[in-house]
């Protein structure tokens, strides 16, 4: 420390050389996101009959590192559609207080209160958010600036059926009857595509067989992922509105398989 | 006190920070640089008739070994009034970044719009066709990562297709392959619609071997053709598959045919 | 001899608290001629009369179609009405580019009221000197906007402007009752009833003088709305409504008490 008074409580510069003034200007290069940092794993997702079910695990890793294991990572929109974000934990911050403004914008617009609807939440409908989130995700990678994020979007369209679609950094843009992002593409969609191969598949599931579809792959999840947690959220979208439930536990596990296999737990040999 | 003096020189601590390791490692080491393409697969094909047109592609859309959707097209209407297209006259089929693809027939369908409310009437296919060359070329430096095909009737009735590359090089011909299984589908073309390669029986050997006649491709011909082509793609390379959306241009409008590929 | 001080800008107010330029411009609304607008639960409908400089000259037009969902009727001066078309059009466009969907009409209309209020509070800028009805369908329903040069909006049921609207909007407050429950048919007849009231003695109705315009939507069995897309109809398609409503077919119970075509 230095104890000059003109520069009492001050680093010494003979100790930790000159201080580094460039840190300090906001000109010179811009700088973007080059890699995700603090990143969320898989969001999965299916539709049924008369809805979407989605869910996502509450971890935020740093690297390898669980460092925030209380992030919930689907988030409600208008309170007609779910947002679930797979990848950097910072822009997905970014992008829900984005949706925070879009979604005060869209009150103001939207109708007039009715006796009907007495509080009319706007109009702005999946379908319409997800080609939104499209339109911000390309543009910021035009920008090389990319959003580091997978999102899926699930909700009902505008004809009242069940929606669900992916954008990912690049603004890359489609729809299936179940989606899944990072590790979920590959250990959960084979999965879920038993169940919902086609359209018409996922138009003949119930509601309650698409949750435990779901809760079934979040358990292969956490078997297989390394960076998951078996603290979940999930959400089940119909025409009724949003049921959120961020802190489901994983049930029923069975780790009975890690046995006979080698490298996992105790063995002797 | 010597302590308090304060000269460095007198008092220098004999430690310092300022020549430490840098955390990060050399420049590079985890430099993880963005790229902002994907290849998102599929194949696309276009056949130019006497009287009609038909494009083709698979709905197949993958990044690497996955499949993110068995239904994703390839092949958009363009120009007409309504967001439905119902009365639109010309098809533009975009295949390599479907992102990419898909701002670039935005891009095309806003112009032809603002066309028909400046002039009020639509855009002709060769007029169309020109504009998408530019459009192409203005992002010359930072390219549409995606192979288009624009398929439509030309002012005479006859069918036009359309081709280009990522940056704007056009021309107009009789057919095209375009994206992944272009290799495997376009020789087949060359010899199927141009008849290259085929000669008639028994009409000698050597220089004296005569072609067989080239003719115009019925619809029904050019739609079996269009099948088989895609059903060698689905078979050959695993970026093709799932389905197959087909669009026919008549002067009676533009009839949309989904048929179903294999999936695996 | 008298000459007022205050009407020189669009800046400055008067000592009475008005601004001149900006009533001058709700003037060169009232020099246009009429157009009529209606909106039902179903439909809005804009009916409009046109006129031609002379008898050798075409007719101006009245109504223009903005994007698929919304289109408008105006009355003043037709090329400041351009510059507000065009600008119209890039909005809907670019809504539909960025959400997928129709633009609601409400924030359309506000969108041109924000730009023409802009012209009334900078020194050196002239208001808007045209009046407009916008009518369209977006999800919440059908739609009738007034737009004023000073920059205001207002949501109508029906409404009338230009020379001689007067006469017209006394039509459909007599019949605004009526007008929630009108089908497509109907809505037109009491537009082009309305219009009628405004026409000079011995003005008629004409296929070359009338224009009408109509945007519709329907629910489907599905709950999805079925949009009717902005479509204006001239010269031999208006010539059936036009007959529908001829004065010796008349004499309905819509018919208000023989008020004189001519006041």
Redesign the interface.
Known sequence: MDHRPQAWGRPRDDVYGAYDASYLQNSGPKTVTQSPVVTGTSVIAIKFNEGVVIAADNLASYGSLARFTDVKRLRVFLDSSVVGFGGDVSDMQFLDRHLNELAIDEAYDAAEPTPETPTSPGTLNAANLHKYLQKLMYRRRNDFDPLWNQILVAGLDAASKPFLASVDLRGTAFTSPSLATGFGSALAQPIMRKYAATEEDAARLTREQAVDVVKECMKVLFYRDARSLDKYSIAVVTKAGVELKENEQLERQSWAFAERIKGYGTQTV | MAM?S?N?IMN??S????DAPRVNGPEGAR????D???D?GGSTLAIAGADFTIMAGDTR?T?GY?I?????PKLFKIGG???DQKDATIVLSVVG???DG??LK?RLD?IC??YR?RHGKPMSVKACAQRLSTILYQKRF?PYYAYAILGGLDEEGKGAVYSYDPVGSYEREQCRAGGAAASLIMPFLDNQVNFKNQYEPGSGEGHALQEVARRPLTRNEVETLVKDAFDGAVERHIEVGDGLQMMVITSTGIEEILLPLKKD | MFRNNYDNDSVTFSPQGRIFQVEYAAEAVKQGSVVVGIASKTHAVLVAIKRNAEELSSYQKKLFPIDEHVGIAIAGLTSDARVLSNFMKQQCLGHRLTYGRNMPVRSLVDMIGSKAQVNTQHYGKRPYGVGLLVAGVDESGPHLFEFQPSGMTEEMQAFAIGARSQMARTYLEKNLDAFAACGREELVRHGLKALKESLVQDRELTVENTSVGIAGVSKAEDGSTKVEPFKVFDGQDVNAWIESVADNKEGGAAEGEGMDVDG
């Open positions: 308090f304060q460095p220098g601590p430690y310092s920070f300022n430099q993880h640089r963005f902002p393409y994907t998102n859309l990044s996955s993110n959707s068995r239904h994703h009034t309504t967001a970044f479907m992102a898909e701002a935005e806003t719009k603002m409310y930072f």
